[in-house]
């Protein structure tokens, strides 16, 4: 299935593994600092229904206004000894990143009815390409520039592919379950 | 030279390399899974766009690193280290690059690119009177997916193969594959991964080691990488890397290194070369 879909999300139960979605509203950057900063302190926006995305951005500024450069997203995994904390307490619907998350974060996501979508791993112009302009930003004097808590406005962002969703499901699992079997074929082709 | 050291990081950051943008169409063409053509496909297109409006392909705009070809006889010796840290505080204002250097003790972004060691330049003599300056930012996901395994010597070639699909097998989706993979074999444990990043990097996709019994392992071990199927992002399919490039130095006897430096499909790489008389040109 795709989606076109305008934030806040309602409700993310309904997308499944394999879903594409495109977004139209706001998305939130948080990346490491971020997630830190944000649990530590409290969020300085309302989380509920977000979209958060793992990203590290180029972000200039032009004539006095942000102008965003690039934007593709960064490695999930790093996020994952933050992530079920933060589902827990922000309530987001939607968490993107690249190479998809752990155990603790698939959990999480089931326990709060979230999703986690995967974003091309390097695409920061297709991304800067539909990010229309910055809202805010939080934390940049403590974070600076790649580490800071952005809110881009969107416009039809994506493909985000539905990699883990609210029903326990995970295409990293499955993807992982088959290159183990190959792996084994291949070692025993060595072997010979 | 500044103003065109300045133009090859433009040129490497928003224009990809030839041999990549080919080797992904190709793989494109080939893929099989639908899920992975998506991925091929944002790729590509995320390419054109970079081109098309001198933006960065990728907001990992990499560490700032230089792998210099000195000749003896080179008469600007002197202004090579100054004018590349100045090229990269101006290319960090003028592209724009992401503020890429972070004190590790002091968690402090130096905000041009510029620190302790950093750029890093990489420093390597032979003869002649020229210079080749070869620009290759180089992203923080797919560094970190590096290895440097000393195997005990015994394990053998063999024992190389099967250390080097393991690691592409845990390395997963997470360096951005389609990946190129840099193989090095012997030395020491900093020459070895020296010898893996300019396999990876400096060579270009497709091009096999001049020694018959290398290229058949590059051979192989691309061939195997593929087999795994963790595809274009770790989202399953055929393309897990675009090449394999082996080197290799003698080893100690007691020692046998394995390092393994990984590149991701922004494989972003200029040349600037400066001969005696002063010319300068970008390629």
């Given amino acids: ?133 910055v809202k805010e930003v939080h934390f940049l004097e403590e974070l600076g520039i790649p580490e800071a808590v952005w809110v881009f406005r969107v416009e039809e962002f994506g493909p985000l592919v539905v990699t883990m969703d609210s029903q326990g499901n995970s295409l990293y699992d499955e993807v992982e379950k088959n290159a183990r079997k190959n792996l084994e074929e291949i070692l025993k082709q060595i072997e010979k | 030279m500044i103003d065109e050291i300045v133009y090859a990081i433009k040129k490497a950051e928003t224009q990809l390399s030839e041999d990549t943008v080919k080797a992904l169409k190709v793989a494109y063409e080939r893929e ?72 590790p003790f002091l968690h402090k ?43 005990p010597p015994g394990v053998g070639i063999k024992g190389i193969k099967k250390k080097v699909i393991e690691h592409i097998f845990n390395s997963g989706g997470k360096p951005c594959p389609p990946t190129i993979i840099g193989v090095g074999i012997g030395g020491g444990a900093d020459l070895v991964l020296t010898l893996a990043k300019k396999a990876a990097i400096l060579r270009p996709i497709g091009t096999r080691h001049e020694e018959e019994f290398v290229a058949q392992l590059e051979e192989e071990l691309y061939e195997m990488a593929n087999k795994l199927g963790i595809g274009p992002m770790g989202l399953g399919g055929d393309t897990t890397v675009l090449d394999v490039h082996v080197e290799y130095a ?29 010319k300068v040109e970008v390629v």
Wanted: glycine share 10%; net charge positive; charged share 25%.
């Fill in chain 2, 109 to 151: 972004n130096s905000g041009d690119n510029t620190g302790r060691f950093v750029p890093y330049i990489h420093w390597e003599l032979r003869e002649g009177d020229d210079a080749v300056i070869h620009v290759i930012p180089k992203g923080g996901g797919s560094e970190n997916m590096s290895g440097l395994y000393m195997l």
């Fill in chain 2, 250 to 278: 003698h080893r100690h006897p007691a020692t046998l290194p394995l390092g393994i430096v990984t590149q991701c499909w922004a494989n972003r790489k200029r040349k600037v070369r400066i001969s005696a008389d002063g």
């Fill in chain 1, 1 to 133: 299935m795709e989606y076109h879909e305008k934030t806040p999300i309602q409700d993310a139960r309904k997308y499944k593994v394999g879903d594409v979605i495109y977004i139209t509203g706001e998305v939130i950057l948080a990346r490491d600092e971020a997630h830190k900063k944000l649990l530590e302190e409290g969020a300085p926006l309302d989380l509920k229904g977000s979209v958060i995305y793992h990203c590290g951005p180029v972000v200039a500024k032009k004539n006095d206004e942000w102008n965003v450069v690039a934007a593709g997203p960064t490695t999930s995994i790093r996020m994952e000894i933050f992530e079920d904390e933060f589902i827990a307490k922000f309530h987001p619907a939607i968490i993107v990143g690249k190479g998809g998350m752990g155990a603790r974060t698939l959990k999480a996501l089931k326990e709060h009815g979230a999703i986690y979508t995967a974003y091309t791993g390097g695409c920061g112009a297709l991304a800067a390409n539909r990010i229309k302009g």
């Fill in chain 2, 32 to 103: 099989s899974n639908p899920m992975a053509r998506t991925q091929l496909e944002a790729i590509l297109k995320n390419v054109e766009i970079a081109e098309k409006h001198f933006l960065p392909m990728c907001q990992d705009t990499g560490l700032q690193t230089f792998f210099l070809d000195i000749g003896y006889d080179f008469p600007f010796m002197r202004e090579l280290k100054t004018a590349i840290i100045e090229a990269v505080r101006r290319a960090t204002k003028e592209i724009p690059l992401r503020p890429n250097a972070v004190h």
